[in-house]
């Protein structure tokens, strides 16, 4: 075997090392890759207890109720509906029928053990996948709009 041949073997078999080592980080992270879980996903996942995921989906009209830093509200996908308790202060944004991103995991009693809530950027923020689902449900409805 010439020195050419043996370089390129060599080279040959750090790609194919290097193809292997990124097929099974991918395959390892396929799950946590998602940005978010609507309420309706974490519960055809069957998503175990105790796993840290996302959250996201819009907080129930008339479902938070707060005591000092503990708050208790329902976040909802228009179709599935997730019980979610968190203790710590809410952004300055976090309103009933406003769209959130929580991270946290869910309880073996199937409510979401919220352990941060993402901030907004600005009032009109909505995750962009919760939007495409609600306009394919027919129930997207921007705040103000004209017509």
């Given at each position: 075997?010439?020195?050419?041949?043996?370089?390129?073997?060599?080279?040959?078999?750090?790609?194919a090392?290097?193809?292997?080592?990124?097929?099974?980080?991918?395959?390892?992270?396929r799950?946590?890759?998602?940005?978010?879980?609507?309420?309706?996903?974490?519960?055809?996942?069957?998503?175990?207890?105790?796993?840290s995921?996302?959250?996201?989906?819009?907080?129930?009209?008339?479902?938070?109720?707060?005591?000092?830093?503990t708050?208790?509200?329902?976040v909802?996908?228009?179709?599935?509906?997730?019980?979610?308790?968190y203790?710590?202060?809410?952004?300055?944004?976090?309103?009933e029928?406003?769209?959130?991103?929580?991270?946290?995991?869910?309880?073996?009693?199937?409510?979401?053990?919220?352990?941060?809530v993402?901030a907004?950027h600005?009032e009109?923020?909505?995750?962009?996948?919760l939007?495409?689902?609600?306009?394919?449900?027919?129930?997207?409805?921007r705040?103000?709009?004209?017509?």
């Amino acid at each position: 075997m010439t020195r050419k041949q043996k370089r390129l073997a060599i080279v040959a078999g750090l790609g194919a090392v290097l193809a292997l080592a990124a097929t099974l980080i991918f395959v390892a992270m396929r799950d946590q890759i998602v940005f978010f879980y609507s309420p309706s996903e974490i519960h055809e996942k069957a998503i175990a207890a105790g796993t840290s995921i996302r959250l996201g989906g819009l907080v129930k009209e008339g479902s938070w109720k707060r005591v000092g830093e503990t708050s208790d509200f329902v976040v909802t996908d228009g179709q599935t509906e997730m019980a979610t308790h968190y203790v710590g202060l809410l952004p300055d944004l976090f309103r009933e029928g406003q769209g959130v991103v929580i991270e946290g995991s869910v309880t073996p009693n199937g409510t979401f053990a919220a352990t941060n809530v993402l901030a907004k950027h600005d009032e009109n923020y909505m995750p962009k996948e919760l939007v495409d689902e609600l306009k394919k449900r027919g129930e997207w409805q921007r705040e103000g709009a004209g017509s």
